[in-house]
């Protein structure tokens, strides 16, 4: 169980996703943090994810970053990718009783 404290008159938005998001996303690039930060629903969020995975990849060796196959240096995945999905909650601040949307 996650227990967050936070002041009651503040907003918060929480983004929950599968690694298929965060295994192409990185909260220190600044791109990758408004998305995380600023996306109004889960699907700008998978969207998101979803054209970072059929992006042109550059294929580099782990080691050494050199290039694996200099002739083809880009692949395109087609399909076969992890599984994407996400949820956006925003907390608002109200009088009285919380109220969460989802």
Avoid at 10 to 15: A, E, G, K, P, R
Avoid at 30 to 38: A, W
Avoid at 54 to 60: E, G, R, S
Wanted: proline share 4%; aromatic share 10%.
């Amino acid at each position: 169980m996650l227990t967050l404290y936070f002041p009651v008159e503040s907003s918060l938005q929480i983004v929950i996703a599968s690694d298929g998001v965060f295994d192409v996303m990185n909260h220190e690039v600044e791109e990758d943090y408004n998305v995380l930060c600023n996306s109004q629903t889960a699907d700008e969020v998978v969207d998101f994810a979803v054209a970072r995975w059929k992006q042109d990849w550059h294929i580099v060796h782990y080691n050494t970053c050199e290039y694996i196959d200099p002739s083809k240096k880009t692949i395109k995945i087609t399909g076969g990718y992890d599984d994407v999905s996400a949820c956006v909650y925003h907390i608002e601040p109200t009088i009285g009783e919380p109220v969460v949307r989802a």
